[in-house]
Every structure is written in C-alpha cells, then in structure tokens.
C-alpha cells in the first residue's frame, strides 16, 4: 500500500460545478497538509496548505482533513475552465527537514 | 528572481551521456529539495539540502545521481551515464527553512529525454 493514495482521473465537469478532490493516506505521523495545483509543462503551485483537523477556505478554494479517518479533500466551488489542470495532494511529518511525500496527481478537466 | 528558477527547461541526450540541472532557489530560502516525477507518477523526492548542514541524500535512486550546493545558493544535480529510465521531469523547490511548517515552493522543472 502506497503512503498517499490519490485518484488519477480524469475529472471532467462543466463550468460550474463543485469539484471534490480527495486523497487517503496510511502513515498517521503526517502532520501537515497541502494541495498543488500543476498546469502543463509548469510545476506545482501551493494552493492551500493546513496542519489540523478540519474545514481551511480560501475563496473558491476549501481544504478539509480528517486524521481520524486518515482522508484530505479539497473543495472547488463555482469550478471554471481555467480550473483545469493535475492536483497534487501533499503531506508531510513534523520532524523538520522531511521531503513531501505526494499522491499522483488527479487530472481536471472543466468544460465551458 | 521572484521564484525558483531552472534550467535547461528542457534536455534531450543519449544514453550513456552525462547531463547537469540546473536551480536557482528563491532568494532568502536556506532549504532547496529536488524531486524526480515520472509520467503519471508522483513527485519522488531525491535530496536535500539546508544552509552549510550534510544533505539528506536518502532518496537519490542510484550512484549516477549527485547534487552540489554552494551555501545557500545556486544547486546543480548531475547524472552519470544516462539510461532511459532516468527521462523524467526534474523538480527543483525551496523554503525559508526546514521546518515542518514551511511550505516548499517549485519551479517549472527540467524535462529531461534520454534517447
């Protein structure tokens, strides 16, 4: 069983929608929380990144983590076509100087 | 710059040759991570560095792979002869520290095509 296990997709939805990404992961040491959002041929860009339980927003953007059933999602609301692109969940323990460990990335799609 | 540059953008060599990447952090950034990510895989971490301590080398796949930094600057990865497997795109990212809360920021990579 891989660490961090993520649905690759692909996700097609029309414009508008709410989009639920979600990643399950197995090590209960991981501690902190993050999704990336990576466009083709660019690197991944932070899009939210939370160290407890619980509901983060930003803007069209929410980020939820439940350590008890060991399971992330991130929230997209009033989804748009520039939306489209891989999210990455990340996460990582609380000893300092540890690399991310990722998911593999589900491939959105939003159609106009 | 205001983020984490890399170069070349994009690579192509022969197996057996070897190549150099290059990554500039963001200025101020003391920690500077490589990852490795493969066609429809995740992001692999290979290594890390933070100021003038020892890097983490624990991801590094095989012997062909090094990485240098000089103090808090400028890093390099070299492969030695190149075998197919290593065609990948290769990730550079840095954060102000290693702290577990810094979150790390990515620049846009390294395609790299071995033939």
């Known amino acids: 069983q891989k660490e961090v296990e993520q649905d690759p997709g692909p996700l097609s939805v029309p414009e508008g929608a709410i989009v639920s990404l979600n990643c399950t992961y197995s090590?209960?040491?991981?501690?902190?929380f993050m999704w990336y959002r990576q466009y083709s041929r660019k690197g991944p860009e932070l899009l939210m990144y939370?160290?407890?339980?619980g509901n983060k927003e930003d803007g069209r953007f929410t980020a939820q983590v439940d350590k008890s059933s060991k399971y992330i999602s991130l929230f997209i609301r009033d989804s748009q076509p520039s939306d489209s692109a891989t999210y990455l969940c990340a996460m990582k323990v609380r000893q300092a100087g540890t690399a991310l460990i990722f998911g593999k990335g589900t491939t959105l799609s939003v159609s106009s | 710059g205001a983020g984490v540059s890399q170069s070349p953008s994009n690579k192509v060599t022969e197996k057996g040759k070897d190549v150099e990447l290059r990554c500039d952090p963001i200025?101020?950034?003391?920690?500077l991570y490589w990852y490795r990510q493969r066609l429809g895989q995740g992001l692999e971490f290979l290594i890390y560095?933070?100021?003038?301590?020892?890097?983490?080398k624990s991801g590094l796949p095989s012997d062909r792979f090094s990485a240098e930094r000089t103090g808090e600057s400028v890093s390099t990865l070299t492969i030695q002869r190149t075998q197919q497997e290593d065609s990948a795109v290769y990730l550079c990212a840095s954060s102000l520290g290693i702290e577990a809360v810094q979150p790390q920021h990515f620049g846009d990579g390294t395609r790299l095509s071995i033939l």
């Open positions: 090590n209960s040491a991981f501690q902190y």
């Open positions: 560095f933070q100021g003038n301590s020892a890097p983490d």
């Open positions: 200025s101020g950034h003391t920690a």
């Open positions: 939370t160290y407890s339980s």
